[in-house]
């Protein structure tokens, strides 16, 4: 007897992931890509977390819970991501998915 059975792929990329999770994803990429910028401070009371990474006059802010958001400060100014690339706005679940293609986004920017 012949089995129908297929193997499924399953991505996994868009389950939310746990504050920690995110938070080390964001560490590693920062250290591993962009490596100028210190961390300088990092919180997590979850679902609540944010962190700030530093370097010379410009400050990345990444927070969130369920959804998360980045604030790009140069010499005090804020800079919308969003006005950068536009495909950040559908990228706002915590997820890695979303985490890795805004903090692409984020290099690409500082370039």
Do not use: C
């Amino acid at each position: 007897m012949e089995s129908n059975m297929v193997e499924e792929y399953f991505d996994n990329s868009d389950i939310r992931i746990l504050p920690k999770e995110a938070m080390n994803l964001i560490k590693n990429y920062f250290e591993s890509n962009m490596p100028k910028y210190l961390l300088k401070n990092e919180y997590v009371h979850s679902p609540y977390w944010s962190i700030l990474f530093s370097h010379n006059e410009i400050n990345i802010l990444i927070e969130g819970d369920v959804g998360f958001n980045v604030k790009i400060s140069i010499e005090n100014t804020d800079f919308p991501l969003w006005q950068f690339d536009r495909r950040v706005s559908n990228t706002t679940k915590t997820n890695s998915k979303n985490i890795l293609f805004v903090l692409n986004t984020i290099k690409r920017f500082l370039r």
